[in-house]
C-alpha cells in the first residue's frame, strides 16, 4: 500500500530532502533559546454573529501549502519510532514542523522559516540593540 510520500512523489516529482532538513532541525532545536514556533488561529465563538471567519485571500494559496506539508512532514514522523517521537502521535511533531517551514509569507510569496526570524530577535538580544 502506498502511504502520501509516494503519492505525492508519483504527483509532484518532488525531492522531500527539504523537509527532512526541517526535521532535523527541529529535533535540535534548543527551545529555551528559540521557544517553539506555532501557528495560531483564532476566532471569537462567543460573538453573536453570523459571519464566517475567512483569513487574508493574499494567504489562501499559503493556506493549501501548509495544509499539504502538515500531510508530508505527518507521513515522515510517522515512519518514526513511538520512542523518537516521545510517544507522541505524528502530527504533533509534523505541526512544529509546518510552524518551522511556513512561518510567515512575504508580500512577494516567499516563505520564511521561523529560524530567520528568531535568529534576528535573538542576535538583538546578544547584541543588545
Same mark, same amino acid.
Do not use: W
Given at each position: 500500500?502506498?502511504?502520501?510520500?509516494?503519492?505525492?512523489?508519483?504527483?509532484?516529482?518532488?525531492?522531500?530532502?527539504? $523537509? =527532512?532538513?526541517?526535521?532535523?532541525?527541529? *529535533?535540535?532545536?534548543? %527551545?529555551?533559546?528559540? !521557544?517553539?514556533?506555532?501557528?495560531?488561529? @483564532?476566532?471569537?465563538?462567543?460573538?453573536?454573529?453570523?459571519?464566517? $471567519? =475567512?483569513?487574508?485571500?493574499?494567504?489562501? *494559496?499559503?493556506?493549501? %501549502?501548509?495544509?499539504? !506539508?502538515?500531510?508530508?512532514?505527518?507521513? @515522515?514522523?510517522?515512519?518514526?519510532?513511538?520512542?523518537?517521537?516521545?510517544?507522541?502521535?505524528?502530527?504533533?511533531?509534523?505541526?512544529?514542523?509546518?510552524?518551522?517551514?511556513?512561518?510567515?509569507?512575504?508580500?512577494?510569496?516567499?516563505?520564511?522559516?521561523?529560524?530567520?526570524?528568531?535568529?534576528?530577535?535573538?542576535?538583538?538580544?546578544?547584541?543588545?540593540?
Amino acid at each position: 500500500m502506498k502511504d502520501m510520500i509516494d503519492v505525492l512523489k508519483e504527483i509532484y516529482g518532488e525531492d522531500f530532502s527539504k $523537509y =527532512e532538513d526541517v526535521m532535523e532541525y527541529c *529535533d535540535k532545536r534548543v %527551545t529555551a533559546d528559540e !521557544g517553539i514556533p506555532a501557528i495560531i488561529g @483564532l476566532d471569537d465563538l462567543t460573538a453573536d454573529r453570523d459571519v464566517v $471567519y =475567512e483569513g487574508a485571500k493574499m494567504e489562501s *494559496d499559503f493556506n493549501i %501549502t501548509m495544509a499539504l !506539508g502538515a500531510m508530508v512532514f505527518e507521513s @515522515l514522523y510517522a515512519k518514526q519510532s513511538k520512542e523518537k517521537l516521545g510517544n507522541y502521535p505524528a502530527i504533533a511533531p509534523a505541526m512544529s514542523a509546518v510552524a518551522e517551514m511556513y512561518f510567515h509569507q512575504k508580500e512577494n510569496g516567499e516563505t520564511v522559516q521561523y529560524r530567520d526570524v528568531i535568529r534576528k530577535h535573538l542576535d538583538k538580544k546578544v547584541n543588545h540593540e
